[in-house]
Nanobody, 128 residues
Framework: QVQLVESGGGLVQAGGSLRLSCAAS????????MAWFRQAPGKEREFVAA????????YYADSVKGRFTISRDNAKNTVYLQMNILKPEDTAVYYC?????????????????????WGQGTQVTVSS
């Protein structure tokens, strides 16, 4: 069973940056599909970014494209979400998810049900 632990959340002013980390155990990130989702108060959990098992393919939600970057460090078995030019609407709990299965369509990467294992989440608050 894969275990994920997120960290790096906090309070930041609009326009600022944060880097979230997702440390994995029970599996190696270089053989897993990894993704970030977020959930704002009163809203459903939504897709943010995903990274293929090969590490060569990334997907982003339109709302974060050009501002957020997903990456991984195989040596640290950790996936990151670099968030720049943060906006108040980015305020949410951010969750890291992973799947052991190979994926074959962009829609699969964006679907919450694709991911079997989740972290506990880390709060990101962006003040205006």
């Amino acid at each position: 069973q894969v275990q994920l632990v997120e960290s790096g959340g906090g309070l930041v002013q609009a326009g600022g940056s944060l880097r979230l980390s997702c440390a994995a155990s029970g599996g190696t990130v270089s053989s897993l599909t990894m993704a970030w989702f977020r959930q704002a108060p009163g809203k459903e959990r939504e897709f943010v970014a995903a990274l293929s098992r090969s590490g060569s393919v990334t997907y982003y939600a339109d709302s974060v494209k050009g501002r957020f970057t997903i990456s991984r460090d195989n040596a640290k078995n950790t996936v990151y979400l670099q968030m720049n030019i943060l906006k108040p609407e980015d305020t949410a709990v951010y969750y890291c998810g992973t799947s052991r299965n190979p994926l074959y369509s962009p829609n699969s990467y964006r679907a919450q049900e694709t991911y079997s294992y989740w972290g506990q989440g880390t709060q990101v608050t962006v003040s205006s």
